[in-house]
């Protein structure tokens, strides 16, 4: 017997189910199941328990995917805030010396920034001597130094890279360098990706020097007098002359007396330190220099070849002039 009973929003059928088991042996039993029917209209009801019913069974309901207004959309990533300082020392470039730029890359986030490249500009009146990062190479020119970075740079890191250059006897200030920062990734902030720097270049001094040996009348010695003058514009405080002398090709002179300036040997060569040196009023440094212990020295007859090389510089003030700063002779002795 099947009894039938409505229920709100659907038809509830109660049945009763029998079987024959094995062996003549029946076996009665009551089942009771709900079962859902959809009435006409399309209405449906809802189970004990709150599932959602009018689908086919087995099937699980799905999330709807999507807004309204379209398909979902992937959050964007975190933006990077790069930024890029630049200084150069000594903050006076001296012609002929060393200058130095340090550049310094930073990532402020929150996002990392995506293969970044550094490209710095070094004016054409310094000539790259060095740069200490591997990775860097020089750009379309040889001034142009490039950095590209291997990875992202996660917000928070920094780096740096320092460039070493000579600076041009004949350079006139100021030096202009740059640096400027690139990324493939977005960066909210990119006023701060560039930097630059200016460098006034000193007049410096133009130093002279002429050199006069002779041979002493024991013929076991060296006379040299040496002339410096400095031609201006700036005095010179710290003017070093360094001589080197050879007796037939091998550094054996020694010194005996030095006026004129305070002298001391530095390996093969001797080191004078000068007084300072005032535009247009020369100095004179005499040296007496021996050779002990030659073997040909000591005989009248034998003549030995000696070889002077004298050279004067400032380590703080540039020469533009350079060529007159080093004198040669050769004598007998």
């Known amino acids: 017997m ?15 189910v029998s079987a024959r088991v094995a062996a003549g042996a029946v076996f009665s039993a009551l089942i009771a199941a709900f079962v859902v029917v ?40 975190a933006s990077a805030d790069l930024s ?9 470039a001296q012609p002929g010396h060393m200058v130095t730029y340090y550049v310094e890359v930073r990532n402020a986030g929150p996002g990392a920034a995506v293969l970044p490249v550094l490209t710095v500009k070094i004016p054409t009146q310094v000539t790259v001597i060095g740069v200490n990062v591997a990775t860097c190479r020089p750009g379309a020119t040889l001034n142009e130094v490039i950095c590209p970075s291997s990875s992202d740079i996660p917000a928070g890191d920094r780096g740096g890279v320092t460039i070493t250059g000579l600076v041009r006897h004949g350079a006139r200030g100021p030096l202009h360098a740059t640096a400027a920062l690139t990324t493939t ?3 909210d902030k990119p006023a701060n990706n560039t930097a630059r720097v200016d460098t006034p270049v000193d007049e410096g001094a133009d130093l002279t020097l002429r050199l006069s040996p002779h041979a002493t009348p024991s013929r076991r010695a060296i006379s040299i007098t040496m002339t410096i003058t400095n031609r201006g514009p700036r005095n010179v405080p710290d003017a070093h002359v360094q001589l080197r002398t050879t007796l037939d090709g091998r550094p054996q002179a020694k010194l005996v007396q030095a ?13 004078c330190r000068l007084p300072t040196l005032r535009p ?5 440094l005499k040296l007496l220099l021996a050779a002990p212990g030659h073997p040909r020295a000591a005989s009248i007859k034998a003549t030995v070849k000696a070889t002077v090389k004298a050279t004067v510089h400032s380590p703080s003030l540039g020469d533009r002039r350079p060529a007159d700063n080093q004198a040669k002779a050769t004598l007998r002795i």
């Open 2 to 16: 099947l009894t039938e009973h409505w229920k709100p929003g659907g038809l509830v059928v109660m049945g009763r």
């Open 259 to 271: 006026t004129g300036g305070r002298c001391r040997t530095a390996g093969a060569r001797l080191d």
């Open 185 to 187: 990734g977005h960066d």
């Open 280 to 284: 247009g009023t020369p100095a004179r």
């Open 84 to 92: 890029v300082a630049m200084s150069a020392t000594p903050t006076t």
């Open 38 to 77: 959809t009435p006409p209209g399309g209405a449906t009801t809802e189970p004990p328990g709150g599932a959602t019913t009018g689908q086919p069974a087995g099937t699980a309901s799905e999330a709807p995917v999507g807004t309204a207004s379209g398909p979902p959309k992937k959050r964007a990533a």
